[in-house]
């Protein structure tokens, strides 16, 4: 676990946003079901839901493609309730935007349908664990 600024008690990060990220294969039935089953959200909450983006390609974070919707803090039981019953076989990772990207993703990030590994860039979050260590000063003795 990372030690610094953001992780030095238990407050939670004040977070008004949440994403949820529901990976396919593009081409393939699963690229259909994703896109959706994020419209669906989007349409049965949409007081909730900012934005959703279709990414065909890996990027940041994601290794593989993935329809991302974002949506309201306040909506998060009623739209995670929801979607842990209908994510139809799909693998979604849903995650806070604290701030804290690798945070985000890795600690505190939840996963519904089945977890394949892979998903998520290894490169990605050991290039960015790399740039928070040359900028984090070394602790005081």
């Not at 949440?18 to 049965?44: C, F, T």
């Amino acid at each position: 676990m990372l030690k610094d600024e953001f992780n030095q008690d238990d407050r939670k990060p004040d977070v008004k946003t949440y994403h949820i990220h529901i990976y396919y294969d593009v081409g393939r039935p699963s690229d259909k079901d994703a896109k959706n089953l994020a419209r669906e959200i989007a349409r049965r909450f949409p007081a909730y839901v900012g934005e959703v983006h279709e990414h065909d390609q890996p990027g940041g974070p994601h290794a593989q493609s993935n329809v991302a919707v974002y949506i309201d803090a306040q909506g998060f039981g009623e739209i995670v309730s929801w979607l842990q019953f209908n994510v139809r076989g799909l693998s979604a990772l849903v995650h806070p935007k604290s701030g804290d990207v690798i945070k985000d993703h890795i600690d505190f990030g939840l996963w519904l349908g089945p977890r394949r590994e892979g998903l998520l860039n290894d490169s990605y979050f050991a290039k960015k664990c790399a740039e928070r260590a040359q900028k984090t000063p070394p602790p005081r003795i």
